[in-house]
C-alpha cells in the first residue's frame, strides 16, 4: 500500500550498507477471505485456519522472495499479518471488485492508530485476499 502519491515507500523502508544486498520488509496482510479459501477450504477451528493460510502465504512470500533476489538482487524480509480484532479469521474490506477494496485497504492501513504504527517498519503493505473477483453470480444474474 503506497501511502501517498509518488511516495517511495519501498526506498524509504529499505536497508543497503555498501556492497551489501539490499532489504525491504514486506508485510502481507491476509484477509478472511484467503483464510478460508487456504489449503482448499477450511473446516476446522478459526486458530488451525489461520495457521494454515499464514503457512500458505509464507510458502508463497518465499517463492516470490527468492524470485526478487534472483532478478533483482533485492532481499525482501517478509512478515505474514493476519488482522484478528474484527474477525477470528481475519479481516474484510468493502467493496465489489479489486479497485474498491484495494482503496478500503489503504484507508484502513493508512487511518487505523495501531496499523499505522505496524506498517512503520515495513517497505511495503501488501494485501493477499482470496476474494472471488471472478465468482461473483449476482454481479450478473440481472
Request: net charge negative.
Amino acid at each position: 500500500a503506497a501511502f501517498g502519491t509518488g511516495a517511495p515507500v519501498a526506498a524509504a523502508q529499505g536497508t543497503c550498507v555498501g556492497d551489501a544486498t539490499p532489504q525491504v520488509k514486506v508485510l502481507y496482510e491476509l484477509d478472511s477471505y484467503f483464510v478460508k479459501d487456504s489449503r482448499g477450504g477450511c473446516v476446522s477451528d478459526d486458530a488451525a485456519c489461520v495457521a494454515a493460510a499464514v503457512a500458505d502465504a509464507t510458502d508463497l512470500t518465499n517463492l516470490v522472495a527468492t524470485q526478487y533476489m534472483l532478478q533483482a538482487g533485492v532481499e525482501l524480509v517478509n512478515e505474514v499479518f493476519v488482522d484478528t480484532r474484527e474477525n477470528p479469521i481475519g479481516g474484510t474490506y468493502p467493496g465489489r471488485d479489486s479497485g474498491e477494496i484495494l482503496d478500503n485497504f489503504n484507508l484502513k492501513w493508512r487511518d487505523d492508530p495501531e496499523l499505522s504504527v505496524k506498517r512503520a517498519d515495513s517497505g511495503l503493505v501488501h494485501l493477499l485476499s482470496g476474494f472471488p473477483l471472478c465468482k461473483q453470480p449476482e454481479l450478473f444474474s440481472h
